[in-house]
């Protein structure tokens, strides 16, 4: 499945296909910081009745398909967040095929045992200059992902296959 928070990262940087989306919907900074923090999660949260909006793009999610006769059923999504959007995303991996909802009709990772892992495909070619914000390099695929901790991207590498 494209469009993965974690398949991002390449396509929203400037000169990217997505760049831009980040700031498609902003949050609405009127509505999430109005009122008395005292009343947060109360009916006179300055929040109720407002919409907040936003749009945030960043690693740790996965989308749930159950199994049917009639093939992968999407449920909805798993979000991790808490610590490098690489190591998130090894989290909600691991938390899904725990759930028994890894079954995953399509994806854009090269792997087809695991078709919609995190793709680290960033590559230094020569000239290259990044823009403001991007990692040096290019992704061949336009949906790289940079790497974070050694541990993480190694990580990634043992992740159980999808059904």
């Known amino acids: 499945m494209a469009g993965?928070?974690?398949?991002?990262?390449?396509?929203?940087?400037?000169?990217?296909?997505l760049y831009g989306l980040q700031a498609s919907n902003?949050?609405?900074?009127d509505?999430?910081?109005?009122?008395?923090?005292?009343?947060?999660g109360l009916a006179n949260d300055g929040m109720v009745g407002g919409r907040i909006g936003g749009v945030n793009v960043f690693g740790g999610g996965l989308a749930l398909y159950a199994s049917s006769e009639n093939g992968p059923v999407l449920l909805g999504g798993i979000g991790?967040?808490?610590?490098?959007s690489c190591a998130d995303h090894?989290?909600?991996?691991?938390?899904?095929h725990t759930l028994n909802l890894d079954f995953v009709p399509a994806g854009i990772n090269p792997d087809p045992a695991h078709k919609d892992n995190i793709v680290y495909d960033i590559v230094q070619q020569g000239g290259n200059t990044p823009g403001i914000g991007q990692m040096p390099g290019l992704s061949p695929s336009g949906w790289g992902h940079p790497m974070c901790f050694p541990a993480d991207?190694?990580?990634s590498g043992t992740l159980p296959a999808n059904q």
Not at 80 to 84: A, H, K, P, Q, R
Not at 90 to 96: D, E, K, L, Q, W
């Open 26 to 29: 902003p949050v609405s900074t």
């Open 31 to 40: 509505v999430a910081y109005s009122g008395n923090p005292a009343n947060y």
């Open 4 to 17: 993965q928070p974690r398949h991002l990262y390449t396509a929203v940087q400037p000169g990217g296909s």
């Open 153 to 155: 991207v190694t990580a």
């Open 90 to 96: 090894n989290v909600a991996y691991r938390t899904r």
């Open 80 to 84: 991790v967040s808490g610590d490098t």
